[in-house]
């Protein structure tokens, strides 16, 4: 079966500094891939998405990705956090299977920022 | 617009009831999934349908869980009879089309089985 996997299951930043998590999946073929935040008592909602074109995709809030396809790899990351970004990250991965695309997502990342 | 709907927001049912969640989802939507995430968990998906077929529903326990997706565009979800390990929130969401496109989600329901 294919799997996503996330590094870090809690991260703790203080304000200003750089994040990096961590996302590999397994999946050899083509993929479309993407990043989900979900802040405190919200949705989750889309934080960026990559499939074709330049690997480093740029999101919102500052945010920033990229996809290593020789290392089935699509890190986020962001220069500089703030209290804000407090949130469960989750990377999710999107392929071609059988009777249509299936979707499967990371166990998430806590990410903590501290003011 | 408006974004996609869930009901009810929070179930408590004891073990071997059974307990229906319902979505609504953006209008204009082919596609339409249901995930369950357990606590600590990414969400994991149980059944997506593209209007009101099913395309994959590989997860789904179909010994005690069904889906329907009425007409292509409202879905039910329903669980019969309830076990404890039922306990995680039942996100629904749903897509333009599938593969490239933004999954939008719901607010989920959080089931409780006691």
């Known amino acids: 079966a294919q799997s996503v996997s996330q590094h870090n299951h809690h991260v703790i930043l203080s304000e200003a500094a750089s994040l990096e998590l961590g996302c590999n999946y397994s999946y050899g073929g083509t993929v479309n891939l993407f990043w989900y935040v979900q802040y405190p008592g919200q949705h989750l909602q889309l934080l960026l998405k990559?499939?074709?074109?330049?690997?480093l995709v740029k999101g919102i809030k500052g945010f920033e990705a990229e996809f290593i396809k020789s290392k089935f790899s699509f890190n986020l990351r962001k220069p500089s956090v703030q209290w804000s970004d407090t949130a469960e990250y989750f990377c999710?991965?999107?392929?071609?299977?059988?009777?249509?695309?299936?979707?499967?997502f990371g166990a998430g990342t806590r990410l903590f920022v501290k003011a | 617009e408006a974004g996609v709907a869930q009901s009810p927001r929070y179930k408590i049912i004891e073990k071997r009831q059974s307990v229906a969640f319902w979505c609504n989802p953006i209008s204009g939507h082919a596609t339409l999934y249901w995930y369950q995430q357990i606590l600590g968990q990414g969400p994991k998906l149980l059944i997506q349908?593209?209007?009101?077929?099913?395309?994959?529903d590989s997860q789904l326990p179909k010994d005690r869980f069904s889906a329907e997706r009425l007409k292509g565009v409202d879905s039910t979800l329903k669980i019969q009879p309830a076990k404890l390990e039922d306990s995680a929130v039942y996100l629904c969401a749903s897509s333009n089309r599938q593969g490239i496109y933004e999954q939008y989600f719901g607010p989920g329901t959080r089931l409780t089985v006691t």
């Open positions: 990559y499939f074709s074109g330049d690997p």
């Open positions: 349908f593209q209007n009101n077929g099913v395309v994959d």
């Open positions: 999710a991965v999107n392929y071609l299977n059988t009777g249509g695309f299936k979707t499967i």
